[in-house]
């Protein structure tokens, strides 16, 4: 199983990055899938999910109307969005899968850093 997570990079305050989260070795179109963040000295927080189809959405309340989470199950890849960026965006974002069958299975990459600096 492997979450590779890309496109983090330093961008001024107001600018634009999307992320993309590539998944492999296992049925990603059956798993949620969402995005957290951890900045330095805080705890990891959700920052938005998708479920499986992709018609549910949901985003924590500080990213709301600038992030946007989505999903091509084809290409086995979810992205986040990110517009309007602000300092206290800055972050290493995690992409993390999830399945609720029998048992819990629960993925993570390894994380990319966004940085959001003038």
């Known amino acids: 199983v492997q979450l590779v997570e890309s496109g983090g990079a330093l961008v001024q305050p107001g600018g634009s990055l999307r992320l993309s989260c590539a998944a492999s070795?296992?049925?990603?179109?059956?798993?949620?899938m969402s995005w957290y963040r951890q900045a330095p000295e805080k705890e990891r927080e959700l920052v938005a999910g998708?479920?499986?189809?992709?018609?549910?959405?949901n985003y924590a309340d500080s990213v709301k109307g600038r992030f946007t989470i989505s999903r091509d199950n084809a290409k086995r890849t979810v992205y986040l969005q990110m517009n309007s960026l602000k300092p206290e965006d800055t972050a290493v974002y995690y992409c993390?899968?999830?399945?609720?069958?029998?048992?819990?299975?629960?993925?993570w990459g390894q994380g990319t850093q966004v940085t959001v600096s003038s």
């Open positions: 993390r899968a999830q399945f609720r069958g029998i048992i819990l299975y629960d993925y």
């Open positions: 070795g296992f049925t990603f179109s059956s798993y949620a």
């Open positions: 998708i479920s499986s189809s992709g018609v549910s959405r």
